[in-house]
């Protein structure tokens, strides 16, 4: 049996304190170039800089004020490299090596810097001019016999200008179909609040956060994912407000916290918290809370009526909400058992938070991924919405729905359109701008095209950006499904998976990111983006590319609209001049862009509005939709259900602190304590002993499902850790062969990334097979 328990100790300093500045004085000075690397982030989400690539959390305006945090230097410094990846480097390494390589391996060698194509009888890529390139995709697009045969696939750093275009090109084109990252990642919130308060995203603005009662900060890690919201849950737990958050593990960033830009306490090297509340529920346990909540809300309404009073907002619920009796009714229907084995909580603890709920006078609910990658996701978030709606905290000073997004600019890329579904009133928006009928019918999301890849009904994958091969679901079934393409097109800034899991033909088109400066024929451009709170800002690079065959995303997009539709329905090539004339075209379809590109000169931007925080609700009643669902009775779907047994454990996958996505930047986790290894299980100790195994010890992980297909990895090591008994979590996208593609969550089809049936059983390192540790 093997065993190693070196790899982890447990964490015991703050977040964010001098381990956050260490470990990114670290990443600079590894770079290859650490002054020109100083000097970019000094300039990350200042007016005149660029919008950090690292996620979408948003900031007071205060020019004063130097913003980054220690993952959005990594992200930052990872881009900003001086190695390069050029068919130099593709002629020394064939793609059937390269694929042998860990995933950390292959972005570590730089940005791609010319585009390439990939031959098939060498197994090498090598180089092809820009506009062979254009003229071998535009061909392939013209040939096929439907557009709907391609998928465009979008990842959310794209900015508007490039998300716009493309999706321009695709709807003239002639399709629909438009997977994006966002079908992986905060679908279900835009679904549920779509549905409820008839806007698919957050209510509140930064400011919300100091005028908050109370925050409840659901399923997520901002410790090492949102680093910079924990300079604002800080202010709001020193003002004396509420903190509490929900999450199945005890994460570090959110227990303690410091700012690492405060030097006294950096010195003291303390922090303290106050007026915050830690709960741990089970893996899918939050709509179980909820509902808990609002049955004690129930108890404590009845007892205020005695008196003459109210917990309730009996105006706010009146003028603007349908469907109370039912939801309540449904409420009091759900016994307390249920809630309290499904939630893994306390009546006590439940009893406390509602009470917290009750004597706040606003409330700000965010949310990430804990909550939005389970089959039950939409419903879950509708009983958060029903919470918040029955003391009216929708639409009023502090208080409000707040999905935290992840990609940088994944908000902006679907207001401008990225979109399988577009509203009616978008489509006619274009046709009257463009003067030609987009397709109607629907398209395809990321699970849909990748039946569609296996059934041969899609043909040719073009990406924007992002990581389609690792970052979603059921690898083997996914990589399959890619290399039955005739041609898939990757438009990046670094290599990955995707250009080596190919279709017959590949094309690696190299892209600008968001630090390189952005030269075109009307001169230096900027771009623009979108934060989790709908204010739009200017974002403009300032380092040289490294090389001048690296093209900016809008004008990669233009290229291959030009090649394939000519002058149609746009000058492409004079837009891409001059984004001037991309973002006249965006305020002239987009509703909220008016003025675009004088707006944009405002330093911090502007903000898009929202019509929910006006309490306008665009649902069909023109009310809050107060949905009523059945708690359910597991948290899987039914198809993982009938295989269940008592050796059963739920698996979530989440992020290390050193990765970004699919993108490896190192091997430690430093909050969760390991070090050099991320082939980890993280393990209640009492699951390690009732299971017969011991810590540290080799496993393979088996997942569930009813299909008879096989789907493991192995070589992972069990880690104890404070988890709820059941209940296990490790790295994605290590563990993205574990999630079977059929698994998805219900209304959103986000795949289930945190609720996977597993099994587990000893491995023997030396003795067999090879595991899927490649990815
Ligand atoms: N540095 C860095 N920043 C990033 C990213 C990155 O990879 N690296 N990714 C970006 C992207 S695209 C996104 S979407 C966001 C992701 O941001 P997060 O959502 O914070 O990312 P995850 O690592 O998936 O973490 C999920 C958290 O939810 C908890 N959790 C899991 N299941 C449950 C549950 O059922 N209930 C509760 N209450 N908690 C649960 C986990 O313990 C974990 O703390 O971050 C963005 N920012
Ligand atoms: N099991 C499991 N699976 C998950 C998740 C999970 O929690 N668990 N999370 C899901 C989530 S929330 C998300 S958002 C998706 C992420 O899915 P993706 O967005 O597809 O993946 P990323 O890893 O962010 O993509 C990284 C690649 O993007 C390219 N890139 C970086 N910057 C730029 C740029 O500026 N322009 C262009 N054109 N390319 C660029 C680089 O080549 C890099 O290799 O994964 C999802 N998959
Ligand atoms: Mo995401």
């Not at 940005?111 to 990939?118: C, K, S, V």
């Not at 997977?179 to 992986?184: A, E, K």
Request: glycine share 8%.
């Amino acid at each position: 049996m093997s065993k190693k328990t070196d790899f982890y100790t447990p964490y015991k300093g703050p977040a964010g304190g001098w381990g956050a500045l260490q470990s990114t004085t670290k990443h600079w000075l590894q770079s290859d170039n650490a002054v020109r690397n100083i000097n970019t982030l000094l300039k990350t989400n200042q007016p005149h800089g660029f919008d950090c690539p690292g996620c979408a959390w948003g900031e007071k305006h205060d020019p004063a004020k130097i913003r980054f945090c220690e993952n959005g230097a990594k992200a930052v410094n990872w881009e900003a490299t001086s190695r390069k990846v050029d068919a130099a480097f593709m002629a020394e390494h064939s793609v059937s090596w390269l694929n042998t390589q860990s995933d950390y391996f292959l972005e570590y060698q730089g940005r791609l810097t010319e585009p390439m194509r990939y031959n098939r009888e060498t197994d090498h890529y090598e180089a092809i001019s820009w506009e062979q390139a254009y003229q071998h995709i535009a061909d392939t697009l013209k040939a096929q016999s439907n557009p709907d045969n391609v998928a465009f696939y979008t990842s959310g750093r794209a900015s508007n200008e490039a998300a716009f275009l493309y999706q321009l090109f695709a709807r003239a084109y002639g399709t629909n179909n438009f997977p994006d990252c966002s079908n992986m990642c905060h679908e279900a919130s835009g679904y549920a609040l779509t549905s409820s308060i008839g806007i698919g995203k957050g209510t509140v603005e930064i400011d919300d956060f100091e005028r908050a009662d109370a925050v409840f900060v659901f399923g997520q890690n901002p410790g090492t994912n949102h680093p910079r919201m924990l300079e604002t849950l800080k202010e709001v737990v020193q003002r004396g407000a509420h903190l509490f958050s929900f999450n199945t593990l005890h994460e570090r960033g959110l227990e303690r916290f410091q700012n690492p830009q405060n030097p006294i306490e950096m010195l003291t090297n303390g922090s303290k918290p106050t007026n915050t509340g830690y709960f741990c529920p089970k893996i899918g346990g939050d709509m179980a809370v909820v509902r808990g909540m609002v049955k004690v809300l129930i108890d404590l309404e009845a007892e205020a009526q005695k008196e003459g009073d109210a917990v309730f907002d009996h105006d706010f619920i009146n003028e603007h909400t349908q469907g109370l009796d039912a939801y309540l009714e449904q409420v009091k229907q759900t016994p307390w058992a249920e809630i309290l084995q499904q939630s893994g909580l306390t009546k006590e603890e439940i009893t406390y938070t509602a009470t917290v709920y009750a004597n706040a006078n606003s409330v700000i609910i965010t949310w990430a991924m804990g909550i939005t990658q389970h089959h039950h996701s939409v419903a879950t978030i509708h009983e958060m919405v029903n919470l918040m709606a029955l003391r009216g905290n929708l639409g009023k000073p502090g208080a409000g729905v707040c999905p935290v997004r992840g990609h940088s600019n994944v908000q902006g890329d679907r207001t401008m359109g990225i979109n399988e579904r577009p509203s009616q009133a978008f489509l006619d928006a274009l046709e009257k701008r463009f003067d030609f009928t987009p397709p109607q019918e629907h398209g395809l999301a990321v699970v849909d095209t990748i039946r569609a890849m296996r059934d041969g009904k899609v043909g040719v994958f073009i990406a924007l950006g992002g990581n389609f091969a690792a970052a979603t679901p059921d690898t083997q079934a996914t990589m399959h499904a890619l290399t039955q393409c005739q041609l898939t097109v990757q438009i990046s800034t670094k290599l990955n998976r995707s250009h080596l899991v190919t279709g017959t033909e590949a094309i690696i088109l190299p892209c600008l990111g968001r630090t390189d400066i952005d030269h075109q024929e009307k001169g230096q451009q900027k771009v623009t983006v979108e934060d989790s709170f709908s204010m739009i800002h200017a974002s403009g690079g300032v380092l040289e590319p490294l090389s001048k065959e690296q093209k900016s995303e809008p004008a990669i997009v233009a290229g291959l609209a030009a090649a394939t539709l000519g002058n149609f329905p746009i000058d492409w090539m004079e837009a891409v001049g001059d984004y001037d004339i991309i973002r006249e075209h965006i305020a002239a379809v987009v509703p909220g862009f008016n003025d675009f590109n004088q707006r944009i000169l405002q330093d911090g931007g502007f903000y898009l509005g929202n019509s929910a925080r006006e309490r306008h609700w665009k649902t069909p009643a023109n009310k809050v939709i107060l949905h009523t669902h059945i708690l359910p009775e597991s948290i899987l779907p039914k198809r993982a259900q009938d295989l269940l047994s008592d050796k059963t454990l739920i698996m979530q996958t989440l992020r290390s602190h050193d990765q970004y996505n699919t993108t490896i930047y190192g091997m430690n986790d430093r909050y969760r304590g390991i070090k050099g290894e991320r082939k980890v299980v993280f393990i209640n100790p009492a699951d390690i002993q009732r299971l017969g195994f011991v810590e540290g010890q080799s496993v393979t992980l088996r997942s569930l499902w009813d299909d008879g297909v096989e789907r493991k990895v192995s070589g992972f090591k069990l880690v104890p850790y404070s988890i709820p008994a059941g209940n296990i979590a490790s790295y994605y996208p290590e563990t993205n062969p574990l999630v079977p593609l059929d698994s998805h969550g219900e209304f959103s089809n986000t795949p289930t990334s945190k609720s996977i049936a597993i099994e587990l059983e000893a491995y023997e390192e030396e003795s067999n097979g090879i595991a899927v540790s490649s990815l």
